[in-house]
């Protein structure tokens, strides 16, 4: 059982290259989240699902997209990456609204 | 607006010792309050949740305390160990199913 597993860990892109960032869970929980963490911040929601081919907009969606075919995978997408994208990543599943659990991250540089 | 903030920024202790973690929120309503540990270079892990009829919670060696009146939550850790040292985020949930509301978090270093 591995939870909730992200890849690439670390990934450099050049402004306005595309790249997607994976996720997958093994819990069979309904709920998924993508959110960003910037240095000496806290972390922010980009995008959420509740469930298979739902999908909703966090705090800051833009510059993302997500789609949710299966339960187990949530993908997040970036388009014409900007420097302003330098984070890292994480991804979370929730079986009800309570405890999220959390991948390891994926950290992303564009320069 | 909705905010979380945490005290102290940074916090050296050495092992063995205790000490005591603040978050203070703006969140209203509220629905719910979370403790995570952060690992360097990991993902956060939870340590506690707590709604606003709960007072105390405890998950080991870590007792997380809430008060919804004056809007103030601790985290305590006992006899601090060296696997202790990450940094630990105070999260709100405020209106039921709205977004997580996360502080900026402690860093706690535990030394020998």
């Known amino acids: 059982n591995a939870g909730v597993t992200q890849t690439p860990k670390f990934r450099i892109l050049k402004i306005g290259q595309s790249m997607t960032l994976q996720c997958t869970q093994d819990?069979?929980?309904?709920?998924m989240y993508w959110y960003r963490q910037d240095p000496g911040m806290g972390l922010k929601l980009i995008y959420y699902s509740v469930g298979a081919g739902i999908t909703d907009k966090g705090e800051v969606p833009n510059g993302y997209n997500v789609s949710r075919s299966t339960t187990e995978d949530f993908p997040l997408r970036l388009e014409l990456a900007a420097p302003s994208q330098t984070s890292v990543y994480f991804c979370?599943?929730?079986?009800?609204?309570?405890?999220?659990?959390f991948g390891p991250g994926t950290r992303l540089t564009v320069t | 607006k909705n905010q979380v903030e945490q005290s102290p920024q940074s916090l050296i202790i050495l092992e063995g010792k205790n000490c005591t973690l603040q978050c203070n929120y703006t969140v209203s309503p509220f629905s719910n309050l979370r403790w995570y540990k952060q690992d360097t270079g990991r993902g956060p892990v939870s340590l506690t949740i707590m709604t606003f009829s709960e007072n105390t919670k405890s998950n080991g060696r870590y007792t997380a305390t809430l008060d919804a009146d004056t809007k103030q939550s601790s985290l305590h850790i006992t006899a601090s160990q060296l696997s202790d040292s990450a940094s630990y985020i105070c999260?709100?949930?405020?209106?039921?199913?709205?977004?997580?509301?996360f502080g900026k978090g402690t860093t706690l270093s535990v030394s020998s």
């Open positions: 999260v709100v949930e405020g209106q039921a199913g709205t977004a997580l509301i």
């Open positions: 979370a599943a929730a079986q009800g609204r309570y405890e999220q659990y």
């Open positions: 819990m069979n929980h309904n709920y």
